[in-house]
């Protein structure tokens, strides 16, 4: 498609690529190119338009937000005051377990721990664990 367009931009090349064309032929491409012109500049120019009055309603808006008194950042929620989230407390243990003096405890939840999996492949049941 570059090629097309650099063939198209430039006069010399221009020229050598349409020397076996006739002269009708050439009118008839001309006649194209007008009316792809005439399309192209139809369409800009609602393009324009439509632009115009986006910045017009735009403007409205801002002046009334101006006789309110109201901000863009009152249209984001920026003004409500940033309450940071509080933070859960952490769960209580369920299961508890004596390991060589050592007390492990377990919520419950997540990754099973490894002394109470290898208790629990012996045969215990977490029953026997619960605190």
Known sequence: MTDF??????????KAQTKELSVAELQDVATKLEKIIADREIEEAANLEAQKERLAKIEAIRQQMEEIGLSVEDLEGKVVANTPKKKRAPRPAKYAIEVNGERVTWTGQGRTPNVFKEQLDAGKSLDDFLI
Request: charged letters at 30%; glycine letters at 10%; aromatic letters at 0%.
């Open 5 to 14: 367009i650099d063939i198209l931009t430039h006069g010399r090349r221009l």
